[in-house]
Nanobody, 124 residues
Framework: QVQLEESGGGLVQPGGSLRLSCIASGGAFSNYAVAWWRQAPGKERECVSAVNRIATNVYYKESVKGRFFISRDETKNTVFLEMNNLNVDDTAVYYC?????????????????WGQGTQVTVSS
């Protein structure tokens, strides 16, 4: 299993942008499908975006389509989540998760490794 570390969260005004990074150590990220999940206070954790191992298939939660973009840079062993036009409903702790699989899944138990999370707060 790889170890994951997220970064890039913070406080941003509505309409602003952030780019989250998830860097893997202890293995090649290219062997894993990767997903970004988030959990808002009092709510269940939900998957907002995912990419398969070979970056040919991606998923976006309906509410983030056209605003969030997932990408992978294998040379840096990193997966990014570009988040644009943020709104207050995007406020949550964002987690990176990796599965030693070709495909992504919307099941939490699909993923073998999880990061500690990074806080994203959208507020004026």
């Amino acid at each position: 299993q790889v170890q994951l570390e997220e970064s890039g969260g913070g406080l941003v005004q509505p309409g602003g942008s952030l780019r989250l990074s998830c860097i893997a150590s202890g293995g090649a990220f290219s062997n894993y499908a990767v997903a970004w999940w988030r959990q808002a206070p009092g709510k269940e954790r939900e998957c907002v975006s995912a990419v398969n191992r070979i970056a040919t298939n991606v998923y976006y939660k309906e509410s983030v389509k056209g605003r969030f973009f997932i990408s992978r840079d294998e040379t840096k062993n990193t997966v990014f989540l570009e988040m644009n036009n943020l709104n207050v409903d995007d406020t949550a702790v964002y987690y990176c998760a990796a599965a030693d699989q070709l495909a992504w899944s919307l099941r939490e138990d699909w993923y073998d490794s999880w990061g500690q999370g990074t806080q994203v707060t959208v507020s004026s």
